[in-house]
């Protein structure tokens, strides 16, 4: 469970969980998606669905995307490549968050 899931429980509010790093469930690979905009494989164990990997462009590489709190994962997606500019291949909440996250570094170090 990553922040995303613990944040929307304490508050109670719908959450998706995005990942740009694949965290291995039970030494389970994803299985990678095509090379095409928007094309996407399911992360299955034990016959149950975990998360989804997703190319969100053409020649990136993919993101991860969990189902979290009081969320289905279809309506995550639709969510999440509603978010993907053409200037990144990762949501642009995340993006923008990558970037504050390196100014306050570069400023704190």
Avoid: W
């Amino acid at each position: 469970m990553g922040i995303a899931t613990h944040v929307g429980i304490l508050i109670d509010m719908p959450s998706i969980g995005i990942a740009k790093t694949y965290y291995k469930i039970n030494n389970v690979d994803f299985p990678m998606p095509l090379n095409k905009k928007f094309a996407f494989n399911d992360i299955v164990f034990n016959s149950e669905v975990y998360g989804r990997v997703l190319r969100t462009q053409l020649n990136v590489k993919p993101i991860f995307i969990s189902m979290s709190n009081k969320i289905h994962l279809e309506t995550a997606m639709c969510i999440v490549e509603n978010m993907v500019t053409k200037d990144s291949h990762i949501p642009l909440p995340i993006r923008l968050a990558d970037i504050m996250t390196r100014k306050v570094r570069k400023k704190c170090s």
